[in-house]
């Protein structure tokens, strides 16, 4: 007896081995590119859009929406730019031309309190050098810093804040790494505020070619501003004492006319914040105010009318006005930064729904799984053969 197949037997044996290599062939393909048993499909992404529609207020003129009863807009202001808003929410109450670029004077310093104060902590002493002082402007407003006399850093922010001393805006600066970085650093600051009206060439103020900001701007550093307690400290303070010759000093008092009383009334319940003049940016401010549980700042620069101190009449009158309005007026802006766009998310392609359990397991199948149920009918296939095979007569 020969042992051996008849060429119609080794012609079911080659079928079967080629089925059971083309199972597994397949298997593979599809674990390679899964989507065909199920998987998802990325099909693209589409760009996020940020939530916020452009605002109204980059229209120049006024801006408010009424209720019924509200009070009208205060006929006797006449700033180039101001705004009003309530300090809590940053809910921009009523504007005029609030995104208008204009020099802002020492308001600025607002933004310099708000980028150097938490770098610099208010105990440290520092002796001032005459080189940190070489670059105060001509003109500037000063509070009395001397070379080579020591002052603690809390001093020198009185001096900033009372009398808004270009002088003390000098030396902290240069505390903070200089003048360029603290351009730079206020630059950035202003940026992350939401502030895009700024343009910071002086840290102090000082008029300086391209230099700007802006109503809105000055409104977000004041809000900004009260939420910090130093800032909120300095700014509410009246009077003060600084450093001078020995153990004594000499008083120094609040330039914002509004907090002390100086030359107009005080204004009730005032809590700041800073006041600014330069020949080229006019008279500026930006005050707040408490009253009824409610915060409200608001921001004139450059009043019109030529009347002595018209700035803090204007301010007055925006704050009653503000007071009064309180719940009567819709919001025409918002001070807070606007919100980033979401991260642009990719869209699958979705799958039928699996009509029972059994099915949606047979859709997630692994990789390994596939090749060993492909082997496995390949497998199969050749056992059915052989068996086939057996059957049969020896020689056939």
């Known amino acids: 007896m020969t042992i051996g197949s008849s060429p119609r037997a080794a012609r079911f044996s080659r079928a079967a081995v080629c089925c059971s290599v083309i199972c597994v062939m397949g298997a593979l ?4 590119h899964p989507e065909g048993v199920g998987g998802s499909v990325e099909v693209g992404a589409q760009d996020a859009k940020s939530s916020l529609e452009p605002a109204s207020l980059y229209r120049s003129g006024t801006h408010v929406r009424p209720r019924a009863g509200a009070p009208r807009i205060p006929r006797d202001v006449s700033a180039v ?21 204009l020099p802002p004077a020492s308001t600025l310093k607002t933004l310099f309190a708000l980028t150097v104060l938490p770098r610099l902590p208010g105990g440290l002493k520092h002796t001032v050098k005459s080189k940190e002082l070489a670059g105060v402007g001509e003109g500037s407003s000063l509070v009395g810093v001397q070379e080579n006399r020591t002052y603690r850093v809390a001093d020198l922010w009185r001096g900033v804040f009372l009398s808004s001393g270009n002088d ?4 902290l600066a240069s505390l903070n790494g200089g003048w360029r970085a603290t351009t730079e ?21 000082y008029d300086a070619r391209g230099q700007v900001s802006s109503a809105f701007d000055l409104a977000v550093f004041g809000r900004a501003g009260l939420r910090n307690a130093e800032f909120a400290a300095y700014c509410a303070t009246a009077t003060a004492k ?17 907090l002390t009383g100086a030359g107009v009334d005080r204004y009730p319940g005032l809590i700041g914040i800073k006041n600014g003049y330069t020949t080229n940016a006019g008279n500026t401010l930006v005050a707040a105010a408490e009253r009824g549980g409610r915060t409200l700042v608001v921001t004139v620069m450059r009043p019109q009318s030529g009347v002595g101190f018209a700035v803090y ?9 503000g007071f009064r309005a309180a719940g009567r007026v819709d919001p025409v802006g918002s001070l807070l930064p606007p919100r980033p766009a979401a991260a642009p998310q990719p869209r699958r392609a979705s799958l039928p729904p699996a009509r029972d359990k059994d099915q949606a397991a047979g859709l997630g199948w692994s990789e390994a799984g596939v090749v060993a149920g492909a082997a496995g009918v390949g497998a199969a296939a050749v056992s059915l053969f052989l068996r086939l095979r057996g059957r049969r007569r020896p020689g056939d």
């Open 29 to 32: 393909a599809i674990a390679s």
């Open 168 to 171: 003390a805006v000098h030396v």
């Open 313 to 321: 009449e204007e301010a007055r009158s925006l704050l009653d006005w």
């Open 185 to 205: 650093q206020m630059q950035d600051k202003a940026r992350a505020l939401g502030a895009h009206d700024t343009h910071v060439v002086s840290p102090d103020g």
């Open 81 to 101: 730019a101001w705004v009003v808003a309530d300090a809590r929410s940053g809910e921009v109450l009523a504007a005029h031309n609030a995104h208008r670029k």
């Open 242 to 258: 600084f450093p001078a010759n020995g153990r004594w000093g000499y008083g120094i008092q609040n330039t914002n006319r509004l």
